[in-house]
């Protein structure tokens, strides 16, 4: 249970660091934040491969979460790193 | 233990490089590398989680499937479909949280807070990798539902049924752990009940909603850390979390709308506005007049909104802008954070078009200087310009901050037809007298006049 309320700090003081680090975004910047925010929350990728496999629905569960997590990751990283090159200043 | 510490070492690591990454994402001068450091932190978290896992083979081979999918679709993508893009990884990455609680529970959670958190999760990320897949379909247009239909209806009640469900399976059934029928009907309500959360949703809330599933991805990957006692998960989701909802709460304010209205009620509940008799008659304009007027203004101001999108007309108005500019007049762009369907659409778009960034200025930068503005160019926005959200206290978008476009010299509208917004509110800055409407494709009025000054 320590664990858990260990893990339960950093889990509220992220989201409160979030919220400062980004809480005067400009607006040209809405979509590549969240794009490139939708990227990071492919971090589920670790998670997918940290998966035990003791049976065939786990083993195929954690190929599933792998490969659409890395879906997530590898799209979200180049769709946001080809938006923000668009944007120029004269 | 040696290589859990060495693991947990770089993780921390990792932790840093995404908190910086998300920070330098959120300033102009510095998101290009802030989206690199943060896909530094990715790779280091993600070699490093390699040293000990079980079975690396068919894994490898589910991050290269994923990896060739995800670039593909990324490096092929029109820069107009990236709305629908972004909620489609969205959804995928909703979809492997989903999957990861679902495994952890078979492998029967060995706690009540560990029970609840593996149900939550699962909550989270199937509503998260459904809604987002509706969220898809309706921004690319594949389907166009009422919100009123019966099957719109089912799937909303289905929604409601899956949370009441899950409410029940964290606080009363903690005893049925080992329950896989009862965890199976959890699994099957959440997927149907994220189409449900959706489907009611209209185009013009579109933006809040996908502000929303990404907050809720985050969430689901930060629960998910939780589950696997994993910190760089917690760290990275939480900050997934964090910025998807100040982006959810920025779309909601330029609409004046609780977040709860938007998800639970919608526009149907307004009350029916009194104003849509004295509307009087609109002046119509053609394209010779408004290319004359445009001549000689030496301020316009461009106001663009989804009809933009839908006519992709950025290249023209890009173009229309500079032969402006080489005219000697002044041009800027009035945004406003909620036109289009996705935070910060326009701005896009006009970067594709190879706009530049400082001449795009939001609603509070460009409303006090109005009355000196010559022309100011609609093209294919409504509410964000319906001076009834100022003027008229009985109007139900009474009090959205808009652009007061009817506070310029002369106002062009460029519009296919009378139809009224997405609020279903009748816009009275059609009547006005300085209005000018400018019927049609706006692509071929605004193509128009741009032939008009090259003549």
Avoid: C
Avoid at chain 2, 113 to 131: A, C, K, R
Avoid at chain 2, 187 to 209: A, R, S
Avoid at chain 2, 433 to 454: C, H, P, W, Y
């Amino acid at each position: 249970m320590e664990t858990y309320i260990l893990l339960g700090f950093v889990l509220i003081l992220s989201i409160y660091l979030g919220l400062e680090l980004i809480s005067k975004v400009p607006s040209t910047l809405h979509t590549p934040l969240m794009s490139g925010a939708n990227a990071i929350s492919g971090i589920a990728l670790v998670g997918a491969l940290l998966l035990t496999a003791d049976s065939q629905l786990q083993t195929a569960l954690a190929f599933l979460a792998v490969t659409f997590a890395s879906i997530n990751v590898f799209g979200g990283y180049l769709v946001t790193n080809r938006m923000l090159k668009m944007f120029k200043k004269k | 233990m040696e290589i859990s510490l060495i693991q947990n070492i770089v993780y921390i690591f990792s932790s840093i490089l995404f908190i910086t990454g998300i920070k330098m994402l959120g300033k102009e001068d510095t998101a290009v590398k802030g989206n690199f450091l943060s896909a530094i932190a990715m790779f280091v978290a993600v070699l490093v989680t390699f040293i000990n896992i079980s079975n690396p083979l068919i894994l490898i081979a589910g991050i290269g499937l994923g990896a060739f999918i995800g670039s593909l679709i990324a490096l092929k993508v029109k820069m107009t479909s990236i709305p629908e893009m972004v909620a489609l990884f969205n959804g995928f990455g909703g979809l492997a949280t989903f999957l990861i609680a679902w495994s952890e529970f078979n492998s029967t959670p060995d706690n009540l807070f560990q029970y609840i958190l593996v149900m939550t999760t699962v909550y989270v990320g199937g509503i998260t990798f459904t809604g987002s897949l509706v969220a898809y379909a309706k921004l690319s247009e594949k389907i166009q539902i009422a919100k009123t239909s019966i099957i719109t209806k089912l799937f909303t009640t289905i929604f409601y049924i899956s949370l009441v469900f899950l409410l029940y399976s964290v606080i009363v059934t903690p005893l049925l752990v080992t329950n896989f029928e009862f965890f199976t009907v959890l699994l099957v309500l959440t997927l149907l009940g994220g189409i449900g959360f959706v489907l009611p949703i209209g185009g013009g809330d579109m933006p809040v909603v996908i502000s929303l599933l990404n907050s809720l991805s985050g969430i689901a990957a930060a629960f998910a850390g939780l589950i696997l006692l994993n910190n760089v998960l917690i760290v990275a989701g939480s900050l997934v979390g964090a910025s998807g909802l100040i982006l959810t709460i920025i779309m909601a304010k330029a609409m004046n709308r609780s977040i709860s209205n938007i998800l639970f009620v919608g526009y149907a509940s307004a009350s029916s506005s009194k104003s849509s008799e004295e509307q009087g008659e609109v002046n119509p304009i053609n394209v010779s007049d408004a290319y004359l007027i445009l001549e000689n203004a030496s301020s316009v101001l461009i106001v663009p909104g989804y009809g933009m999108a839908v006519a992709q007309a950025q290249h023209v108005v890009r173009e229309l802008g500079e032969l402006l500019e080489e005219n000697g007049t002044e041009v800027k762009y009035g945004i406003h954070p909620v036109a289009g369907r996705m935070p910060g659409h326009m701005n896009v778009l006009l970067a594709e078009a190879n706009v530049s960034y400082d001449v795009l200025a939001e609603p509070d930068d460009v409303n006090p200087s109005m009355d000196s503005v010559d022309v100011a160019v609609v093209i294919g926005a409504n509410d964000v310009v319906n001076p009834s959200a100022t003027e008229e206290p009985g109007s139900p978008i009474y009090g959205m901050p808009i652009i007061e476009v009817h506070n310029a010299k002369t106002v062009f509208v460029l519009k296919r037809s009378m139809s009224s917004g997405f609020a279903g509110v009748q816009n009275p800055l059609f009547f006005k007298q300085n209005t000018r409407m400018l019927f049609g494709d706006a692509k071929e009025s605004i193509g128009g006049v741009v032939s008009e000054f090259k003549d």
